[in-house]
């Protein structure tokens, strides 16, 4: 068993300052979207909802959520509704929990979780 293992196990280190730098090529990768809650109506949570084929978007209410773990960031939110929705930037994601994948966003408020 490397040496570096049995330290990291004894001193608590789950991860190891990842990454270190940012990655160049990362900034051409397709991201999942950001939504803009303050412009997201009940009318565009709806067509989102329509067109998302992967079904990350659901509504309740007055209440779009958003399963960042099962969007696909193919972009088709970004292109029907680009005032309300933009690429996040973010490629990687991680969460303890399955439910941490789960953002609920307000219509026309603040994000809630």
Excluded: H
């Amino acid at each position: 068993m490397p040496l570096w293992f049995v330290r990291g196990l004894r001193r608590g280190v789950v991860t190891t300052r990842y990454p270190d730098r940012s990655e160049m090529s990362a900034r051409d990768l397709p991201t999942p979207p950001a939504f803009r809650p303050g412009a997201l109506t009940g009318e565009i949570a709806d067509g989102l909802v329509a067109i998302c084929p992967s079904r990350a978007l659901t509504r309740e209410g007055g209440t779009l959520i958003f399963d960042v773990g099962a969007c696909t960031a193919c972009g088709r939110c970004g292109e029907y509704a680009p005032g309300a929705v933009t690429a996040s930037g973010e490629f990687e994601l991680a969460a303890a929990r399955r439910s941490g994948l789960v953002k609920r966003i307000g219509l026309g408020a603040e994000v809630t979780r």
